[in-house]
């Protein structure tokens, strides 16, 4: 079955600074990375997501790149700001076709932006 | 759009009673829900997949009968923990899909369950 590894485990950066998060995925069929971030006691929340047909994709401070080849994806975020900081889960589902598949998830990556 | 409700946030009971857990789609049909569990500064671990009007898929190790998921409608899905033990003190995490190939989870708020 799929499996996801997450790298760095725990990241802190200076507020400005930028952060990358990478992730590797093992089933070349995956077909949708989405990336979501975790506050204290709270759920996932999907900031940015990327299908396999693109190789990536950007939305203001936050942008995703997929290398299909090498079977990785990461998360970049520039000028970084304390409200960034958070847990962050990559994720990647296995084609199976026909109803939405289920996510494996990253171990996640305790992001910190020092102010 | 895509706001999932979980209901309760937090929740204490003792050893042996069963605690229902609500997960509701507020502005769009779910096709299909999700049950998460996620232990303390660990990753979410997938407990089962339910469409609506039909049984839920259960991952591997999870007892079916331990934790009876129910989706009867596009809008709610709801887990029960029968006969709660400490073990199964945790975080439990819906989300929600509109279905269809890779549509996004739009996550609930989470359950802190303790059972005392």
């Known amino acids: 079955g799929e499996n996801v590894e997450q790298h760095p485990s725990t990241l802190s950066v200076q507020e400005g600074d930028s952060a990358v998060i990478k992730c590797t995925y093992s089933d070349s069929a995956s077909n949708y990375f989405p990336w979501y971030k975790q506050e204290l006691g709270k759920g996932p929340q999907l900031i940015i997501d990327i299908r396999s047909n693109v190789g990536e994709k950007k939305d203001q401070r936050i942008a995703v790149t997929l290398n299909k080849t090498a079977k990785h994806f990461s998360l970049h975020i520039t000028e970084t700001q304390p409200e960034d900081s958070a847990v962050y889960f990559c994720a990647a589902s296995p084609a199976h076709g026909g109803a939405t598949n289920k996510l494996i998830f990253g171990t996640g990556t305790l992001l910190a932006v020092q102010p | 759009g895509a706001v999932v409700s979980q209901h309760p946030s937090w929740v204490i009971c003792k050893s042996g009673t069963s605690v229902k857990i609500e997960c509701r789609s507020l502005?769009?049909?779910?096709?299909?829900m999700f049950w998460y569990r996620q232990f303390p500064k660990q990753s979410l671990m997938l407990m089962a997949t339910?469409?609506?009007?039909?049984?839920?898929?259960?991952e591997q190790g999870v007892e079916k009968d331990k934790f009876l998921i129910n989706h009867a409608s596009l809008t709610l899905s709801t887990l029960t923990v029968t006969s709660a033990h400490p073990e199964d003190s945790s975080f439990y995490i819906c989300s929600a899909s509109r279905g269809g190939g890779n549509q996004p989870q739009h996550f609930g708020d989470g359950t802190r369950l303790s059972i005392l």
């Open positions: 502005d769009f049909q779910a096709t299909t």
């Open positions: 339910s469409n609506e009007g039909s049984k839920a898929t259960y």
